[in-house]
Structure formats: structure tokens, C-alpha cells
């Protein structure tokens, strides 16, 4: 077949409407990220797109003639580099650029930049344990690249289903056996996503393998379609415009339904696919030019609306009054991606060999990732132009400096963690002290911290593990007792721990038990972090009120600490610094100091809030039934992050927040110093 041929082709399947839903799910996705409140659901736009893609993909390859496997796989290669790589390396080069200019500490971002493009930048947010939806990620311009490397993986696995299928060579079984293949790979992929989404959200969400199923979808929609006329023809009976009124429904269910929402946005979309025929009022609201153009743009809409909103972020703030101005710059940024990058590149044969296609492609990475490297590394900080003795709360800086993250969690590192062994942390000297920080995720940060000044001196080392809502010890099993993927429960992971711990410890170690305790022990009407789900439960299986609960607890805590007091090593007792009854620090976000280029910060109003606020009586009765026990059993000192860092007499400054109890890397920093003099191994 002529390139001509395939030209007409692939216009006789073009489906107007198609790109009218590209349309719509880009637009869901830009309302959700300038304001979650106005649709907090719009997040599944991105899945709409999962959908049109394994649609699209597989509608293009249908028909079309290859000579043989190499012309097959390397004609799709040289479509999707045209598609995606020369809008995504001007879109990450300029970007990097306008990030340098206005964050001191841009490194963990660059990075992800870096990862884009190459397809592999949800594998590194997943490295980092990010969560999508935390506000924090708001601030890191490459955020939502994630899901270009999702589509980009499934791309490297697809075209081989396609070919091996035989759908791919034009064979009689060639749909049927790519069907039946696809389809069972569908069911794996839903129950892997529906499996982990509950107790590995970050990994449900950015991998390809838990996202396969959605794309997926649109293969077997187009697929069926083919195969099955009565399947067509009973879906073309649905009207469109109530599977489209269900779909934004879903869109402002709550977050705790994340998982089943993107079950039903991706059912529906399919279904919705299906549906739009003409003669329709919703095939002609899809197929509006104006409409359809919004969906042609789309790829270049999305990749500049969040650069836009981002950037925004460390600078002028989002203000519904600013809103047309970052429409418009983000609509402009489109049009001219898409008019003088996007189209004439995907359209041209570049030179007329393919070879050439994947130099040029390589050249355009070559390029950009080379630039976002020279950003990081020798240029780090040469183009900032704000005021540099202004710290940035908002970045953990002591990651920056290149430190790796030693530290186990007791969920997923079970092993490494239970034997406290040299992955577990910053093992320099073993003649050397060694302070062992274990606990819940304060555990983590406050040992990420540790770390740091261990590298940095190299007078002692650090060993931290940690499970989230995980107490250290184990004193009393409640509902927030998770298992691990081995079925064993927090209690024992961490009972083991203890015991571990006691056989490694020598004269002159510290331990640091660091855990969330404020409040969780108080279970009261009157307090306002009361959980009426909370049920405490002795070893042996009894259930106990929050009091005894407490008491068992310092009773375990105690009989630690005397054996370890008895071994020469201190104990020291992290509180953590409260919680807020209003509001948390995101609040604050990066506009929490004034700079030239953040005309419009209000730190007085965002970031402080009045001590008592945050000093609640349950916090100041958990404090004080702690300050006795100690005192009574002998551990060393009770460490205060309330006091230490977060507060002075009137006010608590909630830019050292990264959420309403967890202080931020930089506030970890601060509280991890005073916990070196408190032990007597500052520098």
C-alpha cells in the first residue's frame, strides 16, 4: 500500500467525535487541577484519554499492510516519536528553564523532567513514594508527565500483541486471538489495580501494568466492534448524553471511591465511544470545529496547562481573577506547539528514511535532557532569580544534596527491616554510635534528617525503620493494624523489631521512638480528632478503652527503655507536633516568603495560626502523662517538635507543615539538629 493510500485510509476511519472527547477529558482535567473543589473528580479526564488511546491505537493499525515484523514495529515507533517526543522536549526544555528561575532547589523536579522524557517519570514519582493527589505535587512543573510514561510503556508492549496476535499481519484469526489476548491481560491488569489501590495507592497509580487494563477498554471496544455487529448496535441505541451526564457524576464522587470511579469513568467512556453516532445531539456538540479543535490540540493543551498552573504556583499564586490570563497562556502555549512543532513534525517524512526518524528523535532528546542536566548540575542555581538567603521550605533539601534515602519500611522491606541490617541505614563506622530511629512515617522523616548530618560528619551512624500507622513497640493491636503482604500484622513486625534492635544495641547508641501519638489515645466525645472506629485490643485479644490502651502502652515502652538504659543506650521520646483544627499547611504553599516575583503573598494570613489552635488539651494531657512516665521509668529526654521547631509563645507557622501533623524535610532538618544536641553529638 502507497503512503497515499494509507493516508486515505487512515482519513476514512477518522472519527471527529473522538477528538471532541479528547476535548472534554482535557478540559475535566484543567478545571480539576486549577480548583479540585469546582470538580473533584476531574483527575479522570487523564483516564478518558487511557481509553481513547487503546481505541485510537488499534483502529490506526487496522488494515494497515507491513512487509514484515521489522517494517511493522519500526513504522509504529517512527509515528509515536513523531507524535510525542518533539512537543515534549520543547515543552520539558522550556519549562525546565522558567522552574530555574524561580525555585533555589528545582533538582527534584529537573529530575522527574529528565525521566519524562525518556517515558519513565511515573516509575520515578513512584520511587519517591509520591502521592498524586497530595498538593505538594503541585509544585513540581513535571507532575503529570506520569501519565505520558504510562501510555509510552503500554506502546512498547502493544504493537507486539498487535503483530504475534496476527492481527497485525491481516491473518483470518488475527482480531479473534488479539481479542482473547487482550482481554485476559484486561482482567489481570483490574484485579492487579483493584488489589493494590487499597494498600500501594502511588504503585496502582503509576504503573503501567496496574493501568494496562484502561487502555486496553478501547482495544476490545474497537475490537468487538469489528467482530460483533449486534454488540455495535445494541450500544448505538444508548443515548450518549446520559452516559456523559454519568460520567460527570462520577466526577464529583468522594476520593474514597477513587478506585470504583475509575472503574465506571473507563466503563462509561467505552461505552460512550460506542454511542456517538450521528444524528445525535452529543455527535454534534462533539463534532463542533471549534470543539474538535480543543481535542487536536489536546496533547499539547495538556502537557502546557500544568507547566502553566505550576509555575503560577511558585509566582503569582491562582486567583479565580487571574484565571482568563492562565487560560490564555495556556491556549496560546497549545496553538503554538501544536501549529509550529506538533503538526508539521508528525506530518513530515523527515527525510524520507526511518533511521533518520529515530536520529532526529534522539536528537531532540539528546538536546533537552542534555539542557535539563546542565540545569541541575553546573548551572544549579546560576539563573534563580530570586533573593537566595530565602530558604525553601517547601523542598526536601537535604535530599537535594544527594544523600540516599536508607531506611526500611517493616511493610515492604520486611526483611532488611526486622534485621536492621546496613540497608537500613548509614552504617559509616561500627565502632562508631549509632542512632536508631524507629516508629511510624514520623520515624521516616525524622531518620531521612538524621541521615543527612550522619554523611555529612561522619561521627555517627543512623538506622531507621518505619511502618506507617505503626507504633514502635507493639503495646495494643487496633484497626490501624494493618498486614503486610505476608499476612503478619505491624504488632508482631514491630515486636520483632524490638527484639532485634535489643540484640544489636551497644553502649553509647541512642534510640529515637517516633510515632504520631497525640490524640489517638485520647478517645473522647469532646476531642475534636476523635475516631469512633478506633477499637484498642490487648495482645491476647481483649478489647481495652483508650486509657488502658495508653497505659499498656507506656507500660511496653518503659520495660524497652529499662533494658536498653541497662545497655548503656539512651531513649528518647519523639512527640510529634500536633495536629491543626483548621486548615494545614499546604495552605501555605510556596508563596509563604515574599519575592519579587510572588507580588501577591499574604504569609501573615496563610501560614500562621494561633498557638492554641494547634495546643490543644489532649495534646497538653497526652504531654503531660508522658513527661511523668518518663521521669518514672528512666527514659532520657522527651523531644518536642511543637516547641522545638513549628511554634514560638503566640503563633505556630504552618509553612513547617507538609500536612495537618507531619513537619515538612526542612522542619525535619531543624527538629533532627536539636535531637543531635539533645544526645550530645552535635557538631
Given amino acids: 500500500m502507497s503512503a497515499e493510500q494509507t493516508r486515505q485510509v487512515a482519513k476514512s476511519k477518522y472519527r471527529p467525535e473522538i477528538d471532541g472527547l479528547r476535548a472534554f477529558?482535557?478540559?475535566?482535567?484543567?478545571?480539576?487541577?486549577?480548583?479540585?473543589?469546582?470538580?473533584?473528580?476531574?483527575?479522570?479526564?487523564?483516564?478518558?484519554?487511557?481509553?481513547?488511546?487503546?481505541?485510537?491505537?488499534?483502529?490506526?493499525?487496522?488494515?494497515?499492510?507491513?512487509k514484515d515484523f521489522k517494517d511493522f514495529i519500526s513504522g509504529f515507533y517512527e509515528r509515536r516519536i513523531k507524535r510525542l517526543v518533539p512537543a515534549l522536549s520543547v515543552f520539558v526544555l522550556i519549562t525546565s528553564i522558567a522552574l530555574c528561575l524561580f525555585s533555589p532547589s528545582p533538582g527534584q523536579y529537573l529530575r522527574t523532567g529528565l525521566t519524562s522524557l525518556f517515558g519513565l517519570s511515573n516509575l520515578y514519582l513512584l520511587q519517591q513514594s509520591t502521592d498524586y493527589f497530595s498538593q505538594s505535587t503541585e509544585l513540581n512543573v513535571f507532575t503529570h508527565t506520569w501519565s505520558l510514561g504510562v501510555e509510552e510503556q503500554f506502546y512498547i508492549l502493544f504493537p507486539f500483541l498487535i503483530w504475534f496476535s496476527g492481527f497485525g499481519r491481516q491473518t483470518i484469526n488475527g482480531a479473534r486471538n488479539l481479542f482473547l489476548a487482550v482481554a485476559i491481560l484486561t482482567i489481570i491488569s483490574l484485579i492487579g489495580f483493584l488489589y493494590l489501590y487499597p494498600t500501594n495507592q502511588p504503585a496502582a497509580y503509576f504503573l503501567m501494568p496496574t493501568r494496562f487494563w484502561e487502555m486496553a477498554a478501547g482495544c476490545l471496544v474497537f475490537l468487538g466492534f469489528q467482530k460483533r455487529a449486534s454488540i455495535e448496535q445494541f450500544l448505538e441505541q444508548i443515548p450518549p448524553f446520559p452516559v456523559l451526564a454519568l460520567i460527570i457524576g462520577v466526577m464529583y464522587l468522594p476520593m474514597a471511591w477513587a478506585a470504583p470511579s475509575t472503574v465506571a469513568v473507563v466503563l462509561l467512556s467505552s461505552v460512550l465511544i460506542a454511542s456517538l453516532k450521528k444524528d445525535t445531539a452529543a455527535f454534534r456538540f462533539f463534532t463542533n470545529s471549534k470543539v474538535v479543535y480543543v481535542g487536536l490540540i489536546s496533547y499539547s493543551l495538556y502537557l502546557w496547562h500544568w507547566g502553566v498552573l505550576s509555575i503560577s504556583r511558585w509566582t503569582i499564586g491562582i486567583h479565580w481573577w487571574l484565571a482568563p490570563v492562565q487560560i490564555a497562556c495556556m491556549l496560546s502555549l497549545a496553538v503554538a506547539s501544536y501549529t509550529w512543532i506538533e503538526t508539521p513534525l508528525r506530518k513530515g517524512d523527515w527525510f524520507g528514511r526511518r533511521w533518520k526518524t529515530f536520529l532526529v528523535g534522539g536528537g531532540f532528546l539528546a538536546i533537552a535532557s542534555g539542557n535539563v542536566?546542565?540545569?541541575?548540575?553546573?548551572?544549579?542555581?546560576?539563573?534563580?532569580?530570586?533573593?537566595?538567603?530565602?530558604?525553601?521550605?517547601?523542598?526536601?533539601?537535604?535530599?537535594?544534596?544527594?544523600?540516599?534515602?536508607?531506611?526500611?519500611?517493616?511493610?515492604?522491606?520486611?526483611?532488611?527491616?526486622?534485621?536492621?541490617?546496613?540497608?537500613?541505614?548509614?552504617?559509616?563506622?561500627?565502632?562508631?554510635?549509632?542512632?536508631?530511629?524507629?516508629?511510624?512515617?514520623?520515624?521516616?522523616?525524622?531518620?531521612?534528617?538524621?541521615?543527612?548530618?550522619?554523611?555529612?560528619?561522619?561521627?555517627?551512624?543512623?538506622?531507621?525503620?518505619?511502618?506507617?500507622?505503626?507504633?514502635?513497640?507493639?503495646?495494643?493491636?487496633?484497626?490501624?493494624?494493618?498486614?503486610?503482604?505476608?499476612?503478619?500484622?505491624?504488632?508482631?513486625?514491630?515486636?520483632?523489631?524490638?527484639?532485634?534492635?535489643?540484640?544489636?544495641?551497644?553502649?553509647?547508641?541512642?534510640?529515637?521512638?517516633?510515632?504520631?501519638?497525640?490524640?489517638?489515645?485520647?478517645?473522647?466525645?469532646?476531642?475534636?480528632?476523635?475516631?469512633?472506629?478506633?477499637?484498642?485490643?490487648?495482645?491476647?485479644?481483649?478489647?481495652?478503652?483508650?486509657?488502658?490502651?495508653?497505659?499498656?502502652?507506656?507500660?511496653?515502652?518503659?520495660?524497652?527503655?529499662?533494658?536498653?538504659?541497662?545497655?548503656?543506650?539512651?531513649?528518647?521520646?519523639?512527640?510529634?507536633?500536633?495536629?491543626?483544627?483548621?486548615?494545614?499547611?499546604?495552605?501555605?504553599?510556596?508563596?509563604?516568603?515574599?519575592?519579587?516575583?510572588?507580588?501577591?503573598?499574604?504569609?501573615?494570613?496563610?501560614?500562621?495560626?494561633?498557638?492554641?489552635?494547634?495546643?490543644?488539651?489532649?495534646?497538653?494531657?497526652?504531654?503531660e502523662d508522658l513527661d511523668t512516665w518518663i521521669k518514672e521509668n528512666g527514659a532520657d529526654t522527651l523531644l518536642d517538635a511543637f516547641d522545638t521547631v513549628a511554634c514560638d509563645s503566640k503563633f505556630c507557622d504552618g509553612a513547617f507543615f507538609v500536612d495537618n501533623q507531619h513537619l515538612r524535610g526542612w522542619g525535619f532538618a531543624f527538629l533532627a539538629d536539636s535531637v543531635l544536641r539533645k544526645i550530645g553529638l552535635s557538631s
Avoid at 57 to 66: A, K, V
Fill in 373 to 623: 542536566v546542565a540545569l541541575a548540575k553546573p548551572l544549579n542555581g546560576a539563573i534563580f532569580t530570586g533573593s537566595p538567603e530565602v530558604p525553601d521550605r517547601f523542598e526536601d533539601v537535604y535530599r537535594e544534596k544527594g544523600y540516599a534515602r536508607k531506611s526500611c519500611s517493616i511493610f515492604q522491606d520486611t526483611h532488611n527491616a526486622i534485621l536492621l541490617s546496613n540497608m537500613c541505614g548509614n552504617f559509616l563506622d561500627k565502632n562508631k554510635p549509632t542512632i536508631y530511629v524507629l516508629g511510624d512515617s514520623h520515624a521516616s522523616l525524622l531518620g531521612d534528617a538524621l541521615s543527612t548530618f550522619s554523611a555529612e560528619r561522619k561521627s555517627f551512624n543512623v538506622a531507621s525503620v518505619w511502618g506507617n500507622y505503626c507504633k514502635f513497640p507493639s503495646a495494643v493491636h487496633s484497626n490501624y493494624d494493618h498486614p503486610d503482604l505476608n499476612g503478619k500484622s505491624c504488632f508482631h513486625l514491630q515486636e520483632q523489631v524490638a527484639k532485634n534492635l535489643l540484640e544489636k544495641v551497644k553502649a553509647g547508641d541512642a534510640v529515637v521512638i517516633a510515632s504520631f501519638s497525640i490524640d489517638q489515645f485520647v478517645q473522647t466525645e469532646e476531642n475534636p480528632f476523635h475516631n469512633k472506629e478506633t477499637v484498642f485490643k490487648s495482645p491476647s485479644g481483649a478489647t481495652v478503652s483508650s486509657g488502658n490502651a495508653q497505659r499498656l502502652y507506656f507500660d511496653r515502652v518503659g520495660e524497652l527503655s529499662r533494658k536498653l538504659t541497662s545497655r548503656g543506650v539512651k531513649t528518647f521520646f519523639y512527640v510529634n507536633a500536633g495536629r491543626y483544627l483548621q486548615g494545614n499547611g499546604d495552605e501555605c504553599f510556596a508563596d509563604w516568603r515574599t519575592q519579587w516575583y510572588r507580588p501577591f503573598t499574604n504569609s501573615e494570613k496563610k501560614c500562621l495560626y494561633p498557638r492554641e489552635v494547634q495546643y490543644t488539651k489532649y495534646r497538653m494531657q497526652f504531654k
Fill in 25 to 66: 477529558a482535557v478540559v475535566a482535567v484543567i478545571i480539576n487541577h486549577f480548583n479540585k473543589a469546582i470538580l473533584p473528580g476531574g483527575y479522570l479526564g487523564v483516564d478518558i484519554f487511557f481509553v481513547i488511546s487503546g481505541y485510537v491505537i488499534t483502529s490506526s493499525l487496522y488494515g494497515r499492510s507491513s
